[in-house]
């Protein structure tokens, strides 16, 4: 029996010609040249797109330079004001007429062209900033229409999420469409410094404030001054150093450890986090007046799991990542793979996904992309943000029960310091997605009284 596969579109040869379809944000009307709610589609890598567009806009600048030296020259001719000789006759007044609308219409021309350099070049921008984040799903449209308008904002964004899912990606976006893009974008990984460093890391130290402090260093935030500084995974922050953030946030200065000069600092702030920091609140793991400070502007970016239309589109990607690098011409993708893939969870996100297709690029030694189903479980679980508890139990029965009997107690709210991801300790997302698996009605115990 013969092997069904799924064709890469229509037109293309090898990976090279491998469609990557990014959505794109803008709504130009007729006006602006280009078609509304059009799907910005690249033969290439994302960086090629972006050249087609930035030469496209030089071609236009171009036919309009000649356009001007054309109408320069016709104004210059003073057409008008020529001797009444010349004109003389039917023939003559003809040619005169026809030549002054051919001017109008290289004017209105010229205006049509300036409307599609504009539109070409805020294109550029667009797909500059969502280079890296593929899909059209609506959930993602949602999402990056929420990063779009906070990005030309001074706010301060708060990006949760699933790891796995994007979040620094999607604060690099928000820094690359901002007026703050020709400064630095400083990224810190909170969880990956040890507790005792994290305040040298983020607001410096002077030379001699602890043993080791050979010489003065200056922090990520004098750093990312003018620009954007993004601390993932600010939920692992010490309550020393959150209360140091937090005065930041208010005052807009700090102070080096070992010194005594206050610091002023002109810095936009993204934080991310793959926990539920309201659960921590409630834990007293972190503070509230910090998280009201953070969550200015929420941005929650969804899992794999709830964009899976999303799925071929990345495989496409990731398909002609790999294979470029790898040398090799893969056409189509096995259609058993396909549906394999979409149906699979994937606890890990874009990441595992990505992982995934990595290693079968490598291994494959045919035209036709195909993945060895071992490398997803059948019941993959799901993995807790580090320090949550995990939901004890090893029955499906048991831990129905105890999900169960969290949301009596909480009425059936999941979120909130009263709500039964609190009680549970696990994130909102995490819970929500169990209650799925284990197909609970939420609905049910919202009536129930508190016991």
């Known amino acids: ?150 990005a030309v904002t001074d706010s301060t964004v708060l990006i949760t999420g699933e790891t796995g899912t994007g979040k620094e990606l999607v604060a690099r976006a928000i820094h690359r469409r901002s007026d703050r893009v020709s400064r630095p974008f400083v990224g810190v990984n909170c969880a990956a410094i040890p507790r005792d460093l994290i305040a040298s890391e983020l607001f410096g130290h002077e030379k001699g404030a602890f043993t080791g402090a050979t010489q003065q260093r200056l922090g990520r935030f004098e750093l990312a001054n003018g620009g954007t500084i993004f601390l993932d995974e600010v939920g692992e922050l010490p309550s020393e150093t959150q209360i140091a953030l937090l005065r930041v946030l208010q005052e807009h200065e700090f102070e080096r450890i070992g010194g005594t000069r206050r610091i002023r600092g002109d810095v936009r702030v993204i934080a991310a986090t793959n926990r539920d920091l309201q659960a921590a609140i409630s834990a007293g793991s972190f503070r509230s007046d910090l998280f009201y400070r953070l969550n200015v502007f929420p941005i929650e970016i969804p899992s794999l799991r709830e964009r899976r239309e999303d ?86 029965a048991q831990e129905k029960d105890m999900i169960e009997a969290a949301l009596k107690e909480s009425r059936g709210r999941i979120f909130g310091p009263t709500g039964a991801a609190a009680k549970l300790g696990i994130p909102r997302s995490t819970l929500e997605s169990k209650i799925r698996s284990l197909k609970i009605n939420k609905n049910r115990f919202r009536s129930s009284p508190e016991t």
Request: aromatic share 6%.
């Open 1 to 150: 029996m013969a092997t069904q596969t799924v064709d890469f579109r229509d037109g293309h040869q090898g990976v090279g010609d491998l469609y990557v379809v990014r959505q794109r944000f803008s709504t130009h009307d007729s006006s602006g040249g280009l078609p509304r709610g059009n799907k910005l589609r690249t033969n290439n890598s994302p960086s090629e797109s972006v050249h087609n567009c930035v030469h496209d806009s030089e071609r236009i600048m171009g036919i309009r330079a000649a356009m001007k030296i054309v109408l320069d020259f016709i104004r210059a001719a003073n057409l008008r004001d020529l001797t009444p000789q010349f004109w003389d006759g039917a023939e003559h007044l003809e040619k005169k007429a026809a030549l002054e609308s051919a001017v109008e219409e290289l004017e209105l021309l010229r205006e049509q062209l300036d409307k599609e350099n504009l539109a070409l070049r805020d294109e550029v921008d667009r797909v500059s900033m969502f280079e890296e984040i593929v899909g059209a799903s609506r959930a993602l449209q949602a999402m990056l229409s929420r990063a779009i308008k906070v």
């Open 311 to 396: 799925v071929p589109m990345l495989v496409e990607y990731f398909i002609d990542r790999y294979a470029r690098k790898a040398g090799k011409n893969i056409r189509s993708v096995n259609k058993k793979t396909l549906e394999l893939l979409q149906s699979y969870p994937w606890p890990g996100n874009i990441r595992e996904l990505q992982n995934v297709i990595e290693r079968s690029v490598i291994l494959c030694e045919t035209e036709i992309f195909s993945i060895d189903e071992s490398w997803l479980p059948k019941q993959p679980y799901l993995t807790e943000p580090k320090n949550q508890m995990e939901l004890p139990g090893r029955l499906l």
